[in-house]
């Protein structure tokens, strides 16, 4: 207010051309981030708020039509079908086992290629390779190696004398679960061994040569020193592994077709089932709608776990 | 940066969009496109059109057992060379994305003409994702028409398509290995015939395991189901639409097909295979007796692919206390409801589906037509596989035909591979299955 008056008149309008330019600006922005915006909320909003409202209903085709309003009935059908807790137990256990494994293996693998080694560069391209396949070339691929009757593994056991009788490695349901973890950490341990190399290479070495002036042994400089620093990087391939893990698919549609005796259902293999196979795009939402909120319960308590310095290093 | 940050408010210069403001706009487009959308069910059109006749249309088909991607091609140009105004756009996928590729694409209209299973008429038909084209169904078809073939696209006296594969499993046999172990190719007459042989072919060390199914958590084990159901008098519904499986000939079915497993005489690999991994378990010389589509026959005795070639025989399914009837694996090409373009697609259906083009390719799968298997340029065709096709084609068993049927195959698929992998007994499985089942046939 008190210094308003004595502003002189080429002050006033040099303001008031940046008011201007600033309305201009502005609007050029929000040009710019529309089309964001719209995918955003195109791609993400819009089917969440539409699967919700079809999870209120009871759609039993693919058509539009009217269908009965259920309210919260098939959320509650979802509770009182005894299969659901059976393909809960094969997602948790699938996650759960699957992201461990992919992390250890991930975190050895990732030390082997950052130690000074001979055509590093190879290596390193060659541990890509996994990850560069397709999930549906990665599941048809692993489906051969363990079929029982002309499979590569049982074929490799006999000729190492490790074993001549043919394994069913899919024939039963908790074996068939952990063949489909292994084809699965087959292929994504790649994506953890870059993100953990990565931040590897941010560790100055004169951390390790302090380290080892201090007495420090190879184990306690990884546990002291490589692990807390790490901790960026593997909250961060924790997020994305446990959350895809969470989601799997794809690889049991081609293994197993979610068999042997439905031991290798998972939630979204059994929503996809009940949505698209027996038609209950209702139930099937409620389902789908499940999913949603347990993997953005998941991503909320990683972020929060990323959001404490100690772990992340991120204040 | 604080004092900055104070006195930022007075300085800003025009209307900033904040992030809130941002945020509300995006929302409000969202919800805006939300509420545009009409109905809770799928978007897309409402109903199809007859159209002109003319233009392209789209196909979906399957890329697998009967005719192949090739002689479905050659099928569609001829058609195109007659009708040049139509042009046909074809996508061929695996039969087990058939079902679901059709249910996605039904409300966008995508496909003009879509291959339907027989499993499929009361639930494509009720949804209204084929059309019903009964009224264009000439009445001299049904007795043309093998009864097969005429029951393949039909439901509540509805016609939802045109049977265009005839097909059901055979068993076929490797006569050299039989001959290796003095069996009595007679016997493959009958399932005890056929598990005595087994036991002796076993015995004899021709084939470890001289039994080979496509037992995966799959339709395809229903198929095989159905057939030994079938043969052991069994019924899968009463005559009240409750589940009957569970009861007589569906339980002796589902024993004998663990005790096969719990004898050595099936591979234990069947629990895991398709009809594509039984034929080339079977090619490779390593089952001598299999059950499987028609098309296995032309493939097992082609010495590119199998190193059984000239000793493939085929057989009627075998007979059990109840009869031998072949499961009914026919398929039809149906209109999509939501086609605009339907006189289009009638007549590329009408086309494919005519005597003289399944009469040509009969060599891949047979036709639906009756007289068909009375010319001799059929005949000639694969004059063993017709001579069996006459007897079995006219005993056929049909899966239920009820618009859950999905859902209930999948809980029967689940307790069947219970019981063959030996977690429950056949009495109890199938008591499960039954439970389930019953509830999802009122719901």
Same mark, same amino acid.
């Given at each position: 207010?008190?210094?308003?008056?004595?502003?002189?008149?080429?002050?006033?309008?040099?303001?008031?051309?940046?008011?201007?330019?600033?309305?201009?600006?502005?609007?050029f922005a929000f040009m710019l981030l529309l089309p964001a915006a719209l995918v955003v909320f195109g791609v993400?909003?819009?089917?969440?708020?539409?699967?919700?409202?079809?999870?209120?209903?009871?759609?039993?085709?693919?058509?539009? !039509?009217?269908?009965?309003?259920?309210?919260?009935?098939?959320?509650?059908?979802?509770?009182?079908?005894?299969?659901?807790?059976?393909?809960?137990?094969?997602?948790?256990?699938?996650?759960?086992?699957?992201?461990?494994?992919?992390?250890?293996?991930?975190?050895?693998?990732?030390?082997?290629?950052?130690?000074?080694?001979?055509?590093?560069?190879?290596?390193?391209?060659?541990?890509?390779?996994?990850?560069?396949?397709?999930?549906?070339?990665?599941?048809?691929?692993?489906?051969?190696?363990?079929?029982? $009757?002309?499979?590569?593994?049982?074929?490799?056991?006999?000729?190492?004398?490790?074993?001549?009788?043919?394994?069913?490695?899919?024939?039963?349901? =908790?074996?068939?679960?952990?063949?489909?973890?292994?084809?699965?950490?087959?292929?994504?341990?790649?994506?953890?061994?870059? =993100?953990?190399?990565?931040?590897?290479?941010?560790?100055?070495?004169?951390?390790?040569?302090?380290?080892?002036?201090? !007495?420090?042994?190879?184990?306690?400089?990884?546990?002291?020193?490589?692990?807390?620093?790490?901790?960026?990087?593997?909250?961060?391939?924790?997020?994305?592994?446990?959350?895809?893990?969470?989601?799997?698919?794809?690889?049991?549609?081609?293994?197993?077709?979610?068999?042997?005796?439905? !031991?290798?259902?998972?939630?979204?293999?059994?929503?996809?089932? $009940?949505?698209?196979?027996? $038609?209950?795009?209702?139930?099937?939402?409620?389902?789908?709608?499940?999913?949603?909120?347990?993997?953005?319960?998941?991503?909320?308590?990683?972020?929060?776990?990323?959001?404490?310095?100690?772990?992340?290093?991120?204040? | 940066?604080?004092?900055?940050?104070?006195?930022?408010?007075?300085?800003?210069?025009?209307?900033?969009?904040?992030?809130?403001?941002v945020?509300?706009?995006g929302?409000?487009l969202?919800?805006?496109?939300?509420?545009?959308?009409?109905?809770?069910?799928?978007?897309?059109?409402?109903?199809?059109?007859?159209?002109?006749?003319?233009?392209?249309?789209?196909?979906?088909?399957?890329?697998?057992?009967?005719?192949?991607?090739?002689?479905?091609?050659?099928?569609?140009?001829?058609?195109?060379?007659?009708?040049?105004?139509?042009?046909?756009?074809?996508?061929?996928?695996?039969?087990?994305?058939?079902?679901?590729?059709?249910?996605?694409?039904?409300?966008?209209?995508?496909?003009? /003409?879509?291959?339907?299973?027989?499993?499929?008429?009361?639930?494509?038909?009720?949804?209204?994702?084929?059309?019903?084209?009964?009224?264009?169904?000439?009445?001299?078809?049904?007795?043309?028409?093998?009864?097969?073939?005429?029951?393949?696209?039909?439901?509540?006296?509805?016609?939802?398509?045109?049977?265009?594969?005839?097909?059901?499993?055979?068993?076929?046999?490797?006569?050299?290995? @039989?001959?290796?172990?003095?069996?009595?190719?007679?016997?493959?007459?009958?399932?005890?015939?056929?598990?005595?042989?087994?036991?002796?072919?076993?015995?004899?060390?021709?084939?470890?395991?001289? @039994? /080979?199914?496509?037992?995966?958590?799959?339709?395809?084990?229903?198929?095989?189901?159905?057939?030994?159901?079938?043969? %052991?008098?069994?019924? %899968?519904?009463?005559?009240?639409?409750?589940?009957? %499986?569970?009861?007589?000939?569906?339980?002796?079915?589902?024993? %004998?097909?663990?005790?096969?497993?719990?004898?050595?005489?099936?591979?234990?690999?069947?629990?895991?295979?398709?009809?594509?991994?039984?034929?080339?378990?079977?090619?490779?010389?390593?089952?001598?007796?299999?059950?499987?589509?028609?098309?296995?026959?032309?493939?097992?005795?082609?010495?590119?692919?199998?190193?059984?070639?000239?000793?493939?025989?085929?057989?009627?399914?075998?007979?059990?206390?109840?009869?031998?009837?072949?499961?009914?694996?026919?398929?039809?090409?149906?209109?999509?409801?939501?086609?605009?373009?339907?006189?289009?697609?009638?007549?590329?259906?009408?086309?494919?589906?005519?005597?003289?083009?399944?009469?040509?390719?009969?060599?891949?799968?047979?036709?639906?037509?009756?007289?068909?298997?009375?010319?001799?340029?059929?005949?000639?065709?694969?004059?063993?596989?017709?001579?069996?096709?006459?007897?079995?084609?006219?005993?056929?068993? @049909?899966?239920?035909?009820?618009?859950?049927?999905?859902?209930?195959?999948?809980?029967?698929?689940?307790?069947?591979?219970?019981?063959?992998?030996?977690?429950?007994?056949?009495?109890?499985?199938?008591?499960?299955?039954?439970?389930?089942?019953?509830?999802?046939?009122?719901?």
């Amino acid at each position: 207010m008190s210094s308003a008056p004595a502003q002189t008149a080429p002050a006033k309008k040099a303001r008031r051309r940046l008011r201007v330019g600033g309305k201009g600006e502005a609007r050029f922005a929000f040009m710019l981030l529309l089309p964001a915006a719209l995918v955003v909320f195109g791609v993400v909003l819009y089917p969440v708020a539409r699967t919700f409202v079809v999870s209120l209903f009871n759609v039993d085709s693919p058509l539009p !039509g009217s269908y009965p309003f259920v309210g919260i009935s098939n959320y509650t059908r979802v509770f009182h079908d005894p299969s659901f807790y059976a393909v809960v137990g094969h997602t948790f256990y699938f996650t759960l086992v699957s992201t461990g494994a992919e992390l250890v293996l991930g975190i050895a693998v990732a030390l082997l290629l950052n130690a000074p080694l001979r055509a590093r560069w190879f290596w390193r391209s060659l541990v890509v390779l996994p990850w560069a396949l397709p999930t549906i070339v990665n599941g048809a691929l692993w489906r051969w190696i363990y079929n029982g $009757q002309y499979g590569a593994l049982n074929g490799l056991l006999a000729v190492l004398h490790v074993s001549s009788t043919p394994q069913q490695w899919l024939g039963s349901p =908790f074996l068939a679960l952990n063949m489909v973890i292994v084809a699965d950490v087959w292929k994504n341990t790649s994506i953890v061994v870059f =993100f953990i190399l990565a931040g590897l290479q941010t560790i100055s070495p004169d951390l390790y040569e302090a380290a080892r002036i201090d !007495g420090a042994g190879a184990w306690a400089a990884f546990r002291k020193l490589t692990l807390p620093l790490l901790a960026p990087s593997i909250a961060v391939v924790l997020v994305l592994r446990t959350i895809e893990a969470f989601k799997v698919f794809d690889i049991i549609y081609v293994m197993t077709g979610g068999g042997p005796a439905s !031991g290798t259902q998972t939630v979204a293999f059994y929503t996809y089932l $009940q949505a698209f196979s027996n $038609q209950l795009f209702g139930y099937g939402a409620a389902l789908a709608y499940l999913i949603v909120l347990s993997v953005f319960a998941l991503a909320m308590v990683y972020l929060r776990i990323l959001r404490q310095g100690q772990m992340a290093g991120v204040q | 940066m604080e004092p900055n940050a104070a006195t930022q408010p007075s300085d800003r210069v025009g209307p900033t969009p904040t992030r809130r403001a941002v945020l509300a706009t995006g929302g409000g487009l969202g919800m805006a496109m939300f509420l545009a959308a009409c109905g809770v069910g799928g978007g897309g059109s409402a109903g199809g059109g007859a159209g002109s006749g003319k233009g392209s249309i789209r196909v979906l088909v399957m890329k697998q057992a009967g005719y192949s991607e090739d002689d479905i091609r050659k099928m569609t140009s001829s058609f195109q060379g007659a009708n040049p105004d139509i042009t046909v756009t074809l996508d061929l996928v695996a039969y087990e994305a058939l079902h679901d590729k059709t249910v996605a694409a039904a409300p966008a209209g995508t496909y003009d /003409v879509v291959l339907i299973d027989v499993i499929w008429p009361a639930e494509f038909g009720t949804k209204r994702i084929v059309a019903d084209v009964s009224s264009k169904w000439p009445a001299s078809w049904k007795q043309q028409m093998l009864g097969g073939a005429v029951a393949t696209p039909q439901y509540a006296s509805h016609f939802y398509g045109v049977p265009w594969i005839l097909d059901t499993k055979y068993l076929f046999f490797n006569t050299a290995h @039989l001959a290796k172990a003095k069996v009595d190719p007679a016997q493959m007459d009958t399932w005890d015939g056929v598990l005595s042989a087994a036991r002796t072919l076993k015995a004899s060390g021709v084939t470890k395991y001289p @039994l /080979v199914w496509s037992w995966q958590q799959a339709e395809a084990l229903i198929c095989d189901y159905a057939t030994l159901l079938g043969a %052991f008098g069994g019924k %899968f519904l009463d005559a009240a639409g409750k589940p009957a %499986f569970n009861q007589g000939g569906g339980v002796q079915a589902l024993e %004998f097909m663990h005790q096969s497993i719990v004898d050595g005489v099936s591979n234990p690999t069947s629990t895991q295979s398709l009809e594509e991994d039984v034929r080339r378990v079977f090619s490779a010389g390593q089952a001598s007796m299999a059950l499987n589509w028609t098309y296995m026959y032309g493939m097992a005795n082609d010495p590119k692919q199998s190193q059984v070639s000239g000793h493939v025989e085929i057989g009627q399914t075998p007979s059990g206390p109840g009869g031998r009837p072949g499961v009914n694996g026919s398929m039809a090409l149906a209109v999509s409801a939501n086609s605009q373009k339907q006189a289009a697609a009638w007549k590329y259906v009408t086309y494919l589906t005519s005597q003289p083009v399944q009469d040509k390719y009969a060599v891949s799968s047979l036709p639906v037509w009756k007289s068909s298997y009375e010319d001799p340029a059929v005949i000639k065709t694969n004059p063993a596989v017709v001579a069996q096709a006459k007897k079995q084609l006219a005993d056929l068993i @049909l899966r239920p035909q009820v618009k859950n049927y999905n859902a209930i195959s999948q809980v029967l698929q689940t307790e069947i591979q219970n019981a063959l992998l030996g977690k429950k007994a056949a009495q109890q499985a199938l008591n499960d299955a039954a439970d389930r089942a019953s509830t999802l046939l009122v719901s």
